[in-house]
């Protein structure tokens, strides 16, 4: 499964890039609300009494070959502390080889400990080579330790052989040491000779340790020579209680709280670590010598106790399908299921797998099964029954035709009969336990018995005719 692992890996470092780059953008918009709100209390005063005020603020320089003009404007209210403001920031600036626009737009309200702040910020970047803007808008509100955030960051660049856009989206909710976030990330860039397209999309949502995410990777790319489109989804949950437990733990010091864990039992002492997860993977490849395509879905669950050894049990249900052509004449269809558990320590698989491909000695087939028991059951009137088993190595049929048989060697534990026999009157039964033959054949005119010490020859009318080594004068 280490395949499983890997992509996982790969989906939880994008997801994690995406949320670094919304964290620094988070970053960068609250120094920019804290540089614009300064600039706003220089020109105001910074008063905290009850107030209203229209402000503007322009700045012009002008200097050897820089030329860079700047408004601020504010609109702010105060009263007995409670604050609010709306002021924008702009500035145009040239050089001999650059021009730049910015914007800055924030609303804020504050009242006691409960804020809100809308910021947009914008920039527009030109020079002989690259063209580039970028916006961010964020929407914060806070009460006490609750936040809610919203932000989206969007970029467009050009330069003279490349295209390139990009967008985050990101809402996080935080009550406590509970959130709630949701990132998308979707990234288009273009060459000479390349396209390339990626998206990432993650819900996760946290309560204490317990986590649960969901998350998607896409990407496809093109170039001159090849084609290839990837698709991967994981949904997980993550159970922890180590944090409660080392919480109750400290507690169970005290004489109140020991007594206490003696009466309730000592069961929340346990450190019980759980996942489950499902991903799936899908992989899409041409070019000019083959095409390839192949789906994996794994679903797996664990659990374990930290504080036993050799307590983890996992299971794991894994599903391949793939298909190759080449133009080397190479053709492989595979579809495979995987079973797998973990239990202290010891590995059990099942699985079957099913291929057809062309080899040297010809177009090739293949049913394989790894199991300890093989059944194949029927529904007679609604009820399942086994008519055909492997069980540990050894064969079972409920019924068997067979018109022709070679058998090197064999094994019978009762008797063996032909389908006409009535006993006393016609076919042939051989008891292999006994080592009894009766032979009545078909015609009705007489029967013969063999046994280990006595062969006995009947007529039609059921008399003893001969009888050969122990005599016992009956049939």
């Known amino acids: 499964m280490d395949s499983v692992e890997e992509t996982v890996g790969e989906l939880n470092d994008s997801v994690a890039a995406a949320e670094q780059s919304i964290a620094d953008t988070n970053d960068h918009i609250n120094q ?71 914007r800055i737009d924030l609303t804020n309200a504050q009242v006691g400990e409960n804020k809100t702040a809308i910021t947009t910020e914008t920039t527009a970047r030109a020079t002989a080579d690259t063209a580039l803007g970028t916006r961010i808008d964020n929407l914060t509100t806070t009460v006490g330790n609750n936040t809610t955030a919203i932000t989206r960051e969007t970029t467009a660049r050009t330069t003279a052989d490349t295209a390139l856009g990009s967008r985050i989206d990101n809402l996080t909710t935080t009550v406590g040491n509970n959130t709630t976030a949701i990132t998308s990330e979707a990234t288009a860039r273009a060459t000479a000779d390349t396209a390339l397209g990626t998206r990432i999309d993650s819900v996760k949502a946290t309560t204490d340790g317990n986590t649960a995410s969901i998350g998607s990777l896409q990407t496809a790319q093109t170039t001159t020579e090849e084609a290839i489109a990837s698709l991967t989804n994981v949904t997980e949950a993550n159970f922890d209680n180590s944090a409660l437990a080392s919480i109750e733990n400290s507690i169970s010091n005290d004489a109140d709280a020991q007594a206490q864990r003696k009466t309730s039992g000592d069961i929340r002492l346990s450190v019980i670590v759980a996942n489950a997860r499902i991903t799936a993977t899908e992989v899409t490849r041409a070019n000019d010598q083959e095409a390839f395509a192949q789906y994996q879905q794994t679903v797996s669950a664990s659990i374990q106790d930290l504080n036993k050894s050799n307590s983890e049990l996992s299971a794991t249900v894994q599903t391949t399908a793939s298909a190759v052509v080449d133009l080397n004449g190479k053709a492989s269809a595979q579809w495979g299921i995987k079973l797998g558990i973990n239990s202290n320590g010891q590995y059990y698989a099942a699985g079957m797998g099913i291929g057809l491909e062309n080899t040297p000695a010809g177009m090739q087939s293949t049913v394989a099964f790894l199991a300890n028991n093989f059944v194949v059951m029927s529904d007679v009137n609604g009820t399942p029954k086994a008519f055909f088993a492997i069980r540990n190595g050894q064969t079972f049929m409920d019924e068997g035709f067979i018109a022709a048989a070679s058998i090197g060697r064999g094994k019978i534990t009762d008797t063996l009969q032909s389908d006409n026999y009535v006993q006393g009157q016609s076919g042939l039964l051989i008891n292999f336990k006994t080592g009894q033959i009766e032979n009545y054949g078909t015609s009705g005119n007489g029967a013969k018995k063999s046994t280990n010490v006595t062969d006995s020859v009947r007529d039609e009318n059921g008399v003893l005719r001969a009888q050969f080594g122990l005599i016992t004068g009956v049939f």
């Open 32 to 102: 920019v609300n804290t540089d614009l709100q300064g600039k706003v209390d220089a020109i105001t005063g910074g008063s905290t009494s009850s107030i209203a005020q229209v402000v503007s603020q322009v700045t012009i320089l002008q200097q050897n070959d820089v030329n860079q003009a700047q408004q601020i404007t504010a609109v702010t209210a105060t009263t007995n502390g409670n604050k609010t403001a709306i002021a924008t920031e702009t500035t145009a600036r040239t050089t001999a080889d650059t021009a730049l626009g910015t």
